[in-house]
Every structure is written in C-alpha cells, then in structure tokens.
C-alpha cells in the first residue's frame, strides 16, 4: 500500500487518527571510517506525535504496541525517507516502541509519542 499524503498504517490498517506529526529520526554515528566517512547503522527510527488524542484512538496504538511487543515485527506504512512528493512507502520488519503519553485532558490525551524502529530506507 503506498498512496498518498496521510496514509499512516501498521498492517494494512489505517490509523483511527493521524499523527499531528511525524519525522524520522537522526541516526546515531558509530565513528568514522578510514576514508574518513561516517558510519551510521543499516536502519532508521520513525517517530510520532499526537498533540491531543482521544482515549479510543490511543487504545488503537496501545493494542498495536501489544500485539507485536515481545516476539512480533509489524509493516509500517510512513513517508518514504528522501521522497521528494511526500508518498507513503511500506517499511517491513519494523518495531515499535511502547507509546508515551502525557497528561489526560476532558476525556482526551495530551503529547503522545510513538517511535517505530528497524526502518530499511536504502
């Protein structure tokens, strides 16, 4: 499934509630080769926020986290790094990262962060 603008999936299902906002996340440099080229690891990190989310939508992300926690890999549909026309790619064999949440507010969630992991974008 690769698609337009606000397409944000874990397999195959479409989020109740796109995130406020989404990056992907500067990678980590494991030193400096002999040539004198940054090394960086073989994957990237995705993360998400959601300024203000309900309870209903943010149990949709939590039974996300909980399906695949342990043992379990999720496809993950998000902007496709480098893409110059902000489409949406399928990244397999992705992980997440429990969700964090702030303070509840009048039946609604407040800086809820969710980062995928284990993201191959080349």
């Known amino acids: 499934m690769t698609g337009a603008s606000g397409t944000y999936a874990f397999n195959n299902t479409d989020f109740t509630l796109p995130p406020t906002t989404g ?6 440099t494991y030193g400096v080769d002999g040539e004198g080229h940054l090394l960086y690891p073989a994957f990237r990190a995705f993360e998400m926020t959601w300024e203000l989310i309900s309870t209903s939508d943010l149990n ?10 342990s043992t379990g890999t999720i496809v993950a549909c998000l902007p496709e790094w480098g893409n110059a026309n902000y489409e949406f790619k399928n990244y397999s064999g992705t992980t997440l990262v429990e969700p964090t949440v702030g303070e509840y507010f009048q ?8 980062k995928i ?3 191959r974008t080349n």
Do not use: C, D, H, P
């Not at 992300?61 to 909980?66: D, G, H, K, P």
């Not at 039946?107 to 969710?114: E, H, L, Q, R």
């Open 23 to 28: 990056k992907w996340v500067e990678r980590t």
């Open 60 to 69: 949709q992300l939590i039974n996300f986290y909980n399906t695949v926690s």
């Open 117 to 119: 992991l284990n993201a």
């Open 107 to 114: 039946g609604y969630v407040t800086s809820v962060t969710m």
